[in-house]
């Protein structure tokens, strides 16, 4: 009889983003099943080496290998990365101004200036297929 031995147990991403897919994979020798544990949920593998799992939050999941008289066992920490981002404020030429000096002032910025284009629009007449003639 040979020993069992996990030889590998890891997640193939290197930034877990939470209510994503995971890509879980696993090298194990001599075994006849293997048991993930993911928090509270119990999943049967059997000649196997890979899964995908939604994850939402950090999680430890423990793969069970169950051999010929004997069972091993290996723990991952999944740790989440947060995308939680901070709103900072930020001041305009060093002076705040409310939206109401915004609409009574023509000018903000001393360098902007507003030039006539001569942009001019033609009428086009577009028959219509629909008229009895």
Same mark, same amino acid.
């Given at each position: 009889?040979? /020993?069992? !031995?996990? @030889?590998? *147990?890891?997640?193939? %991403?290197?930034?877990?983003?939470?209510? +994503?897919?995971?890509?879980? &994979?696993?090298?194990?020798?001599?075994h006849?099943?293997?048991?993930?544990k993911?928090?509270?949920?119990?999943?049967?593998?059997?000649?196997?080496?890979?899964?995908?799992?939604?994850?939402?939050?950090?999680? /430890?999941? !423990?793969? @069970?290998? *169950?051999?010929?008289? %004997?069972?091993?066992?290996?723990?991952? +920490?999944?740790?989440?990365? &947060?995308?939680?981002?901070?709103?900072?404020?930020?001041?305009?030429?060093?002076?705040?101004?409310?939206?109401?000096?915004?609409?009574?002032?023509?000018?903000?910025?001393?360098?902007?200036?507003?030039?006539?284009?001569?942009?001019? @629009?033609?009428?086009?007449?577009?028959?219509?297929?629909?008229?009895?003639?």
């Amino acid at each position: 009889m040979s /020993k069992l !031995k996990i @030889i590998s *147990f890891k997640a193939k %991403e290197k930034i877990i983003i939470p209510g +994503n897919f995971i890509n879980l &994979s696993w090298n194990v020798k001599n075994h006849f099943f293997i048991i993930l544990k993911i928090g509270k949920r119990f999943k049967l593998f059997y000649k196997r080496n890979n899964t995908k799992i939604f994850i939402y939050q950090n999680q /430890k999941i !423990k793969l @069970i290998a *169950f051999g010929d008289f %004997e069972t091993k066992t290996k723990e991952i +920490n999944v740790k989440v990365k &947060s995308t939680y981002v901070r709103k900072k404020s930020v001041k305009i030429l060093l002076r705040k101004f409310s939206i109401k000096d915004y609409l009574t002032k023509p000018k903000i910025f001393s360098n902007v200036k507003i030039i006539n284009t001569k942009f001019k @629009i033609k009428n086009i007449q577009i028959p219509n297929y629909y008229e009895d003639k």
